[in-house]
């Protein structure tokens, strides 16, 4: 089998050493980590098995960490990371949809055997694929434990990024700027939507020079016309119509590091209004960006956009980014760091940001969005793709 | 904005009343669905927006469903269902990831404001993005209410497709084939293996004449050598070698209905005992859709299955088959009748299932799957990819 580590050993080592000051700081004995973005930051395990239940223990008093999943995941689990053997463990088979048991019955019993069952234990409790039901039978399995929520310590573990992350941060942005320049090539009047979707997911899966990409934590997203008016809506087998908006939201994906990027298009001859916003836009994502450097706060860029944007008349209400770096579906989020009001977070070299300077008026929208990680001479782009209404006549 | 919804609303009040038939049998006065293929069936609710909390409430006092989400998808809730406008009700964006309070406040508020605040409540305790921290908080919103498990009520009710569903699903298996076939034609010793799934994408978004495909509910999976030996591991950069054995799960999606397929091919001269265990396999599914008949039970399928596997000297531990239908990443399982010892469900027409009959044994695995409809002459198949170890030489 061959399989390529993405990183060295001493990365994950790094990660978990800094992971376990966290904890020791927060009062955690024992954390367990279901978000598949967490447990791979943290061990590097990949694979498509994060619909069954499974995690990353981390212990303060344990060298390694422990994975714990299905048995017939355990295989990838020895291929995918350094987990040592006797720390890949598994529940029993018969346990998955049971009707009373639950898988986490196991890893009750696994936590009891070691001599942790009551200690203080973190738990993912608003992370993706952490059930209610997962939550009720690890309570159960642990009378005497304390469980409190980590509040996503892993997760803001993760928001500054290492050199060697931002090797791929950088790669995900060469893909998406690929991807996003062959879906604005097919795009004309009278293709239907899938057409379009169909080159983007080639162009994810494809790469630049060999350097190919993974699934994206989004599928793509294509909105057109009124549907501009709402972000999530995907693609259909209506063709383009001849004078009209259109918003693509895409992503590339490098070792499962995520960059997304939106851009706005108009089939025809745009009205006043579409131009006048979209300049705006760029404008306020310029100026924000030259100011996101280490010691600025998140509210802060925000406000330099804000300012632009009111200078012209518009406003927005949502957050205008939120941090990004390795993740799996269904969100790109790392769900810690926002661009809003509010969140006085300083920046430091080697966050990454996804800038989502979508703006929605009653009729119109658009965007120009811009994946970034912070440096020291401000926001550096990850996209070469054009930034500007792209007209196509 | 132009948008077709695949079915008719007859079909969804359909459901609606059979859903609200099985609430009453089991005493829910009202169940909250944050599964979003529950979401869908019920409503025809569509989106890439499952990543936040959102659900769709039904009660059987109330005629139509409630939708319930973030304020940017709710025009998505107006386009994609007949929810009538005052049915469609948003949550504060403010409460989007924030520290201590969570959109299942607002959820609780409304549920508490429609009267309802005391009475038998069923939620979806296990499904995939119905989070531990969204229970608690609904838990505390609603402290005179009683709050159950709905057992997987919708899942159940979703397991006989209608006739308007079947034509999705056979098209579904059309897509499959078409992807299956363009994956088998792209397979040849030094292919890298992300070229082979950059096809396998562009496949499944433009399905066959027309009939475009959605995003499948699992990536495209491959698997090489001795990664053939654990299921979930995702495709890399390193090229097919000259004598190995090859296993693809790939997924055709039809309107979200979902064919998954699994294909064994060999790259050289297959090894004797690989082409006797693929044979082996090929004539135990054989025998095993003959009887997939109504009034069958699921173990009985499976051992039938299971009897020619022993005759020949195998064995297969884990179930060999699970229901199919509409379905959401990360998952294409129903995760209601499977096809194992144990499982009494008598089959009806109309039910379809993934015969996913993979046997790994110690150094090789194969597997040749079928997704199949169950009918009076027995279980028919969905797809027309080749039923035999493909040899690529």
Known sequence: ???????????????IAQT????????????????????????????????????????????????????????AAHITTDIPPENITTFSET????????????????????GWGSQ?????????????RA????????????????????????????????????????????????????????????????????????????RYGNYSSLCPLIQVGEGTSTPHLTWSEHPLPDDTLVMMELGGARHHYQAPLTRTLYLGSPPAEVTKLTETIVEGVDAALEIARPGATCEEVEAVWQKVLNRNGYHKESRVGYSIGVNYPPDWGERTASLRPGDATVLQSGMCFHFQSGVWLEAI???????????ESGGERLCSAPRELIVIN
């Open 1 to 15: 089998m061959q399989y390529t580590k993405p990183f060295q050993k001493a990365e994950y080592d790094r990660r």
């Open 20 to 75: 376990k000051q966290s904890m020791a700081d927060k009062g955690f004995d024992l954390i367990i980590c279901q978000d598949p973005a967490n447990m791979n930051w943290l061990t590097g395990f990949d694979g498509w098995s994060f619909y069954t239940p499974q995690a990353v223990l981390l212990h303060l008093e344990e060298d390694a960490p422990i994975w714990f999943g299905r048995p017939q995941d355990a295989k």
């Open 95 to 114: 346990l998955i949809h049971h009707p009373t048991e639950h898988p986490y019955d196991d890893l009750a019993t696994l936590i009891d055997q070691r």
């Open 120 to 132: 203080q234990i973190g738990v993912e409790l608003d992370a993706h694929y952490y059930t209610a």
């Open 135 to 210: 939550h009720a039978h690890l309570v159960k399995g642990l009378p005497n434990a304390t469980l409190a929520d980590t509040e996503q310590l892993v997760n803001w573990e993760r928001l500054v990024k290492s050199e060697a992350e931002l090797v791929y941060m950088r790669e995900a942005g060469e893909t998406v700027s690929a991807v996003m320049n062959r879906a604005i090539a097919k795009v004309a009047p009278g293709v239907p939507e899938y057409e379009i979707i169909a080159e983007v997911y080639h162009a994810q899966v494809m790469g630049v020079d060999g």
């Open 365 to 375: 929208g658009a965007a120009v969005s811009e994946p970034f990680v912070v440096t």
